[in-house]
């Protein structure tokens, strides 16, 4: 995956526990493609050495603004000037004190005050210090500067106690980060998605199912949420964790999906259905465990809801998606399911090539014809739809 291939980042590290997972951010952001420059604060450098982040950059990492090694002494200037944002992980409680009040006593804070280039910071203190008045004010301050505040989000501390003030996890940085540089073509809009399998009870416990992992929807939630818009989520049994930001409503059944759905439709923008959800369901699901006796079993099946049929069907639809995923005569079966649900975009793949991997190769079918996209990281793809729903949107669906 290379989400932030060629971004130039100063990655900024101040001093608290959370320093340790900084390094694990830095290397996050280098495998995705990005130039790491990381600035340590002196007391960052307690917990954390130069050394680190230079192993896991590949560059020289800075922690003293009398460094020699510096070009031309101007790195104050230099390394953010050149930088496409600034990311402070952790940024402590002193820090933010530092950032709000213009501070320019150490390289960090220096360069974040010599920038033109977005600065993101990712609080991580005890709970205590980040409900202090005077951090909810600095906090508050930066964020009518301009600085975007990545969490923190709530739980167990290293101190042993209990509430926000925890650092996001460096994967949800990384995510935010990524997020941050995409174009905001869905802003304002409000996108309803369905996700996963769906699971159709046969008796107790056991039922029909399919292989989706929900990897596809999870990521389209993602890249609409990280293009602007206010994401809802309904999934069916996924073993993934909603990106955040995202209302997500779980589900079992497609009878429930269709309610979750049904529900919610009408606040909704966009509608995109990447479910696999069971085309039928056992007419007689048993209240009890089957038992087996030896003999033949047949199970009689009854149809289920098509959520999407249903959603592009009604009378003020919203903008309609849909998935094919089928094993042969994908281009045909595909653009036939576009006219037939009344869809604005149908994302085909053969089931070989996407269901329940990393990566995916498809075709978008909408009213100017096909665009073949892949293979490449669900991520990429979900990025790709997007942009092709905002052109959509826009009118300009062309090219
Ligand atoms: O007709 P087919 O099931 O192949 O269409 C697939 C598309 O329809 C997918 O977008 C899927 O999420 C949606 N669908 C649905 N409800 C169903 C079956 C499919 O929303 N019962």
Redesign the pocket.
Known sequence: MAELKGRRLVLGVTGGIAAYKAAELARRLVGDGAEVHAVLTSSAARFVTPVTFQALTGRLAWCDPWDARMPDNMAHIELSRAADAIVVAPASADFLARLAHGRADDLLAALCLARDCPLLVAPAMNRQMWQNPATRRNAEQLVADGVTLLGPAEGEQACGETGPGRMLEPQDIHDAVAGFFQPKVLAGRRVLL?AGPTFEALDAVRGLTNPSSGRMGFALARAARDAGARVTLVSGPVALAAPAGVARIDVVS?RE??AA?MQRVAQCDIF????????YRPAAPLADKLKKDGRELQIALTP????????AALARPPLC??????SRGLEA?AEE?RRR?NLAL??GNLVRDGLGGENNTVILFDEQGRHPLGPAPKIEIARAIVARIGALLAGNGEG
């Open positions: 369905t497609a999906m269709h759905v995109i259905g990447v479910a696999a959800v069971a085309d289920n809801p098509d959520i999407l049929a249903e959603v998606i849909g998935f094919a995923a089928e079966y399911k649900k149908v994302v």
